[in-house]
Structures are given as structure tokens and as C-alpha cells.
């Protein structure tokens, strides 16, 4: 079984001298994970992880810092060995790199990074099994094994499936490839929300310029996005799924008889949370 900790021994860096740190941060609903950070801001992710809780400072003590990032519904991706040295409390304010607010001086403490060219032919292809103990985000290279599950030729997002075949958790909006988005921004039509707690349905319709997208973020922020059955819930994270897209010709009265037509087909205004 290939490991990461083999890959180290072939660069001739001892396991022990370095320190895994997976990160996958869920503080921020609403703003880029450390994964799309990674793939579409890099500056912000370095920023990102430059800085570090005071107490995580006994464990972070390693001359090399092998990072890797929490995909959602996939495994762990490497994204490369850094050395690492602690610098101290942040010194002054700056803008936070996730939320873009303020991190204030003294409330991390920042460390020295430096991107090394070991290993960097992996980095973005590699995938490893990190295990079951994802609260360890910070781990010895030399302790449980990290093996290796696939490496791709290059790194890539995987295609859009298309609408008919989309399906995915309102988290997932924020970290979903950045053509996915795209397509979703253009469309409008009719979806569909399912609760996982109380598995009831509701049927919407998407109408504005910002497509499916834009409305399913509205949700997202609110957790109702202003509809009254659904305010009536606590807020879940919902699964959207696309019922049926409609072309730029299509009117608002167009809409609104699909968006009919497909609540008494599900019946989600009386077995659902449809209220009109």
C-alpha cells in the first residue's frame, strides 16, 4: 500500500519533521471553503493558513507543513509541503481572508510560509484516505498512515452533469466548480428543495437574472429565502434539485403556470411545503 509517508521517504524528508494539517473550516457558512480558496483565490489561502489559533501552536511545532484540503463528498487532496516557522501573535489588523472583515491583531498567531519544491509535482492530483479522525486536522507525519487513493494526471473539476442529473446540499453552492456556476447564474426555471430532517418537498421557481443560483443563495443566507412554510422550519440543509429549465423567452406567466403544473404533479401544497 503506497502511503504519503512513502512519498516523504522518496523526497528524503523525515515523517517526523513534518505536520499534516487538513483543512476543511465550516465557521463561515456563506463564504469560500479552504477548497475553493485553494482553487480560485491561491493568495487568500495562503493567507488563510498563515495564521493559526494560539492554542494549535504545541502541535504546528514542524519544520514542514504538508497541507491538504476536505473536499465535500470526495477524499483529502494535497496541495503541497511548505516550511513553516512561528512568528509570533499577529501583529496588526488585516483583512480576514475568508470573510474579508477584520482579523484582529493578537487573536492568531501567524507563521512564515514558504512553498517547497518537494513534492510540488503532486500537489492538486493527489488524493489520500486521511481516516476517521477529521477532528485531528493537524497530525504527525510519522503516525497513522495516510494511504494514497488515486493520483491524476492532472487536476481537474469534474463536468457539469448537466441539469436534469444536478442534485446537491445548499452547502455545496459555495464550493461547487466555478463553470457549474455559471451554468446555474444563466438558467431559470423550476426546482425543488427536500428537507433531509422532516423529508418534505417545496416547489420554486427561479425567475431573476441571476438564475437558479442566485435564488438557491438567497436560501442559503436566509434559510427560508422568504417563503412562509419554510420559516416556519429550522433551518436544514436543504437538497436542490432542477424540475425543469425554461428558455430566455420564456415569461413570467410562463413560469408561473410551470410552477403550478409541478406542485400538483408532487403534490407539495398537500404533502409538501407549498402554501399556494
Excluded at 509541503?81 to 489588523?93: F, R, T, V
Excluded at 493537524?138 to 448537466?162: M, Y
Aim: hydrophobic share 35%; aromatic share 10%; net charge neutral.
Amino acid at each position: 500500500m503506497l502511503t504519503f509517508g512513502n512519498l516523504l521517504d522518496l523526497a528524503g524528508i523525515s515523517r517526523s519533521s513534518v505536520r499534516l494539517l487538513r483543512h476543511q473550516d465550516n465557521r463561515h457558512p456563506g463564504f469560500p471553503t479552504p477548497y475553493a480558496l485553494w482553487r480560485d483565490h491561491r493568495s487568500r489561502f495562503e493567507a488563510y493558513q498563515e495564521t493559526q489559533g494560539v492554542g494549535d501552536a504545541p502541535d504546528l511545532r514542524a519544520p514542514y507543513w504538508a497541507s491538504f484540503v476536505g473536499v465535500p463528498g470526495k477524499e483529502t487532496l494535497f496541495v503541497g509541503l511548505y516550511s513553516a516557522e512561528l512568528i509570533g501573535p499577529l501583529a496588526e489588523d488585516r483583512p480576514h481572508p475568508v470573510t474579508g472583515g477584520v482579523e484582529p491583531a493578537g487573536s492568531c498567531n501567524q507563521y512564515r510560509l514558504a512553498l517547497l519544491p518537494e513534492l510540488a509535482e503532486y500537489a492538486g492530483r493527489l488524493w489520500i484516505d486521511w481516516g476517521k479522525g477529521y477532528r485531528a486536522w493537524i497530525q504527525r507525519g510519522d503516525r497513522v498512515p495516510k494511504p494514497v487513493v488515486e493520483l491524476r494526471r492532472t487536476f481537474r473539476e469534474d463536468p457539469f452533469p448537466g441539469f436534469a442529473a444536478l442534485i446537491l446540499n445548499l452547502s455545496d453552492i459555495e464550493t461547487m466548480p466555478a463553470h457549474w456556476a455559471e451554468a446555474l447564474r444563466a438558467t431559470r426555471g423550476i426546482y425543488l428543495l427536500t428537507c433531509p430532517r422532516t423529508r418534505e418537498q417545496y416547489v420554486g421557481m427561479a425567475s431573476s437574472g441571476e438564475g437558479f443560483l442566485g435564488r438557491w443563495r438567497e436560501y442559503f443566507a436566509s434559510g427560508h429565502g422568504g417563503n412562509v412554510a419554510l420559516k416556519s422550519r429550522d433551518p436544514s440543509d436543504y437538497q436542490v434539485s432542477i424540475l425543469e429549465t425554461v428558455g430566455t423567452s420564456a415569461t413570467m406567466a410562463d413560469l408561473i403556470e410551470l410552477e403550478c403544473r409541478w406542485k400538483d404533479k408532487l403534490q407539495s401544497r398537500q404533502m409538501g411545503l407549498n402554501r399556494n
